[in-house]
């Protein structure tokens, strides 16, 4: 990956702290998954890499929502982004987020996300859910593994 120092740049690699009320601006409203998504993210970056230039991201799911907005979630937690073409959905049976950067592979696995019944109150249920995923701690949304 190309390496990129920009020292004179006051907006390189900027830390991305989102809150809830910006997740949903990017994403059109606030589910779980993109809460999960972040939260992966961000930690990959805090914990892992933390230069989103030299970092890949492969999010691992069905291919459609929700499982899918996962995606958007590590895009603005990682920095790991469409545009600059390191970050990839691919198709998979289970749901996993992949971060490659220097030779060594992150996988991060969510715990499954509880789903309320649909009903009349499914999509402020769903957004209650994803506020309180925001603030959980990284051991009840997630398990981790470092490989070299």
Not at 104 to 123: A, I, Q
């Amino acid at each position: 990956m190309d390496s990129h120092t920009h020292d004179r740049c006051r907006y390189y690699n900027v830390d991305p702290e989102f809150s809830v009320r910006d997740l949903a601006a990017f994403h059109g409203h606030l589910g779980p998954y993109i809460v999960l998504g972040y939260r992966i993210g961000k930690f990959a970056r805090e914990n892992f890499c933390s230069d989103p230039f030299r970092m890949k991201a492969e999010v691992h799911c069905a291919g459609t929502p929700p499982e899918s907005c996962l995606a958007d979630g590590v895009q603005l937690g990682s920095g790991c982004t469409l545009g600059k073409r390191n970050i990839e959905i691919v198709v998979s049976k289970e749901i996993r987020c992949e971060f490659l950067a220097d030779g060594k592979r992150l996988v991060v696995t969510p715990y499954p996300v509880s789903r309320p019944p649909e009903d009349d109150d499914y999509e402020a249920a769903i957004e209650t859910i994803a506020e309180k995923m925001y603030s959980l701690p990284e051991a009840e949304l997630f398990s981790v593994t470092v490989l070299s």
